[in-house]
């Protein structure tokens, strides 16, 4: 473990004072969140967690929470077993948002290191099930670090994403006694860099393909449309990236789309909707399609079950015939590449 190096003015301290490290400056990578495991209970806690989230379903709680509460996370843990188990990294014990999400961290650390030494110290955490937010703050700031720069691994801001990942970092350092000073990370869904990473995944796709997709299908994951007319800036940031993308690829408006997926709930989503939008296209004649998911930084329940499964199920009855899914951008070297440019900008003023 680091270890800093007390300053001057804590060397003559008593003896019986506090032990106290400090100097260093922590980068907190976040992300959504992965169940325990795959089982009734461990999934209940994880739905349940993630479910009473106000930034996930706003609806007030005496509606709400009854119906969670008795009726849904009865039911709904034993299909979303089911489906974490058809993607379970086995070998690991881990879901594979979780093994991406360390492979991640563990590239960034050595990018860090290689450039600030160790004055810098990265880790990650998950917003709903473990490692907790307030367990990784914890081991930072007792690692030394009196600076941290919180980074939700959201390329699109969503309330439902960056703001409740920020809550929660907010509400750890509220708790503590000397608190670090913080920082950020505003989205980079038009980074040149993200956008380049992207461009990248997209032309090794279509490299390895014998034919070419007739369209490229941008899935990202949806929001109801109320949050877009109440001001939530999501829709407009996916929108963005996908023209940026569109750009770099040197396409035409015919070669790609938007789409968003995993609508819940009884109210309207932001359209057209990924498992609607590709059968309409098998049954115009687009019988040959690729998708991305450009909005996950790494591939995880929505994109390696609903995409590869339930959208590709969709998209063959409805006609089609060659479905090729786009793995995020995970811990491609583009993308850690990316992902360390956006950390080294938001470090500015700090370390050097």
């Known amino acids: 473990m680091l270890q800093p190096t007390p300053s001057a003015a804590l060397r003559h301290t008593p003896a019986d004072h506090p032990a106290v490290t400090f100097g260093k400056t922590g980068i907190l990578l976040a992300n959504l ?26 609806y007030s709680a005496w509606l709400w929470q009854p119906l969670l509460q008795l009726v849904i996370l009865s039911k709904r843990p034993f299909s979303s077993g089911a489906a974490y188990k058809s993607i379970w990294n086995h070998e690991a ?29 990265v880790d990650y955490c998950m917003r709903y099930g473990n490692p907790s937010t307030k367990s990784r703050v914890d081991d930072l700031i007792a690692r ?5 720069l919180f980074f939700p691994l959201y390329p699109q801001y969503a309330g439902a994403t960056s703001a409740t990942a920020c809550e929660a970092f907010f ?8 608190q670090p000073v913080i920082r950020t990370v505003e989205p980079y869904y038009e980074n040149p860099l ?17 034919e070419r997709p007739d369209i490229l299908v941008c899935s990202y994951h949806g929001l109801p449309k109320r949050y877009l007319m109440e001001g939530d800036p999501y829709h407009c940031q996916c929108q963005k990236t996908t023209r940026l993308l569109k750009e770099r690829l040197g396409w035409s408006d015919t070669e790609i789309v938007t789409s968003f997926q995993s609508r819940f709930g009884p109210e309207e989503w932001l359209t057209p909707y990924t498992v609607e939008e590709v059968a309409r296209l098998a049954e ?8 991305c998911a450009p ?58």
């Open 284 to 291: 115009s004649g687009k019988t040959k399609i690729a998708v």
């Open 33 to 58: 969140g992965t169940p325990d495991d795959y089982s009734y209970w461990a999934m209940r806690r994880y739905l349940g967690e993630f479910l009473s989230d106000k930034r996930v379903i706003d």
């Open 144 to 148: 030394g670090c009196t600076r941290i």
């Open 93 to 121: 014990g881990e879901s594979p948002l979780m093994t991406i999400t360390k492979d991640q961290t563990a590239k960034i650390t050595s990018a860090m290191a290689e450039r600030y030494g160790d004055i810098v110290v």
């Open 194 to 210: 993200y956008i380049e990473a992207l461009a990248q995944s997209v032309e090794r796709a279509y490299g390895a393909l014998e």
């Open 295 to 352: 909005a996950f930084s790494a591939d995880c329940i929505e994109t390696l079950e609903e995409i590869n499964e339930e959208i590709r199920d969709s998209f063959e009855e409805a006609g089609g015939s060659q479905f090729t899914y786009i793995p995020c951008l995970n811990d491609d070297e583009a993308h850690i590449t990316a992902l360390t440019a956006v950390i080294e900008d938001n470090l500015k003023g700090w370390v050097s």
């Open 171 to 178: 509400r750890v350092i509220t708790g503590i006694k000397w």
